[in-house]
């Protein structure tokens, strides 16, 4: 193993230099026997942790990462016409790889570690019931908060909703009908409630581009700060994430600033999100979870615009600070995190392949 890599070994289980148990006598139960069997496997397949931070590593990590989106989103700097640029959305796309690339670069360059999957969360599934259900969970926790924190940021006054005419889904229709002729029959009220049935859907395909930053952050990226400490590692992902939007933040994207309070409330919005997506990544030994918790953020996010006064999405910065990305999702999410702490799960680390019986 390399860069002191090791295999993280839960609690009690033997190790692979132990002398092997005696074989069990006529009268001691099957069980015991499948409980000895499950530790060898969980020492087989548990997640490579490094014992050490190699700053080195971290160093160019970070160097690559926030240097490939900058090179990435340099035809919207170039140009001089920013996020109206004709391939911006290609251009942010290919951004959101960035973290996969630097990843995928510290990772083989130097001594690779003995299981690129197990070291990148990536495999394997140990449980399969566990981290299918937290996937599943996480779908269904992100689809939901970003509606709840347009309806608080609502109800502080932040942005105006309109639940009874639904003017923004009116103003989409109407797009559509100088566009095709036609808005196909659909009113504002069936167009919204469509956004939001299909938002678990799409918030599925949007896992695909969310993978590329999360093998990066929560990937790479957490686990190797985590000899530092839980709350240092999740803290510290969570601002290196938020600096890498730097291209694009600085250009007005999400918040309209063009200046360091972008990049502040970017950070304000990173920070207590990472802390959760790490802790879904750390809590099952998985990347999975963290993945589609991300989808649905951007999914969700998305889909609350179609809640609000049409007049209300042009104000990119009342968009962003009533939203989920601004106070409201602060505070949700602020919430969740010391929820976690005080049920004592922020700490829980996964013990990959454990049943609940054994």
């Known amino acids: 193993m390399t860069d002191g890599d090791r295999p993280q070994e839960p609690p009690g289980a033997?190790?692979?230099?132990?002398?092997?148990?005696?074989?069990?006598?006529?009268g001691v139960p099957p069980a015991i026997d499948r409980v000895a069997e499950q530790k060898e496997r969980n020492i087989r397949f548990a997640p490579v942790l490094p014992d050490r931070v190699s700053w080195a590593r971290i160093g160019a990590f970070v160097v690559l990462a926030l240097g490939l989106a900058w090179a990435v989103c340099a035809p919207m700097w170039v140009s001089g016409q920013g996020l109206n640029h004709p391939l911006t959305q290609v251009l942010m796309v290919a951004m959101m790889y960035t973290p996969t690339v630097?990843?995928?670069?510290?990772?083989?360059?130097?001594?690779r570690p003995p299981s690129i999957p197990r070291r990148l969360g990536l495999g394997p599934l140990r449980p399969v019931g566990?981290?299918?259900?937290?996937?599943?969970?996480?779908?269904a926790v992100f689809c939901v908060l970003p509606f709840l924190a347009v309806l608080l940021g609502g109800a502080l006054g932040l942005v105006q909703l309109d639940l009874s005419s639904f003017s923004a889904a009116?103003?989409?229709?109407?797009?559509?009908a100088q566009l095709t002729g036609s808005t196909g029959g659909m009113s504002p009220r069936q167009l919204a409630l469509v956004t939001v049935l299909v938002v678990p859907l799409n918030a599925l395909v949007s896992?695909?581009?969310?993978?590329?930053?999360?093998?990066?952050?929560?990937?790479?990226?957490?686990?190797?700060?985590?000899?530092?400490g839980r709350w240092p590692a999740l803290l510290l992902s969570g601002l290196v994430w938020s600096l890498w939007h730097a291209p694009i933040i600085l250009l007005g994207y999400n918040f309209g600033y063009t200046d360091i309070r972008g990049l502040a409330l970017m950070t304000g919005f990173c920070l207590p999100l990472g802390v959760l997506l790490g802790w879904l990544r750390l809590?099952?030994?998985s990347l999975w979870p963290a993945v589609v918790a991300h989808g649905a953020v951007n999914a969700a996010t998305s889909a609350t615009l179609i809640l609000l006064a049409a007049d209300q999405l042009q104000d990119v910065r009342q968009l962003g600070l009533g939203t989920f990305l601004g106070i409201p999702g602060w505070l949700l999410t602020v919430a969740l995190v010391v929820l976690l702490v005080l049920t004592g799960q922020l700490r829980k680390q996964a013990e990959p392949g454990v049943p609940s019986s054994v």
């Open 283 to 285: 809590r099952t030994a």
């Open 102 to 111: 630097a990843a995928l670069l510290v990772t083989f360059v130097g001594g």
């Open 170 to 176: 009116q103003a989409q229709l109407d797009e559509v």
């Open 130 to 139: 566990r981290v299918v259900g937290m996937t599943v969970v996480s779908l």
């Open 207 to 228: 896992s695909l581009a969310a993978f590329g930053e999360e093998l990066g952050w929560r990937g790479w990226l957490v686990p190797n700060l985590l000899p530092l």
């Open 14 to 26: 033997a190790r692979q230099h132990d002398v092997p148990p005696a074989a069990p006598g006529p």
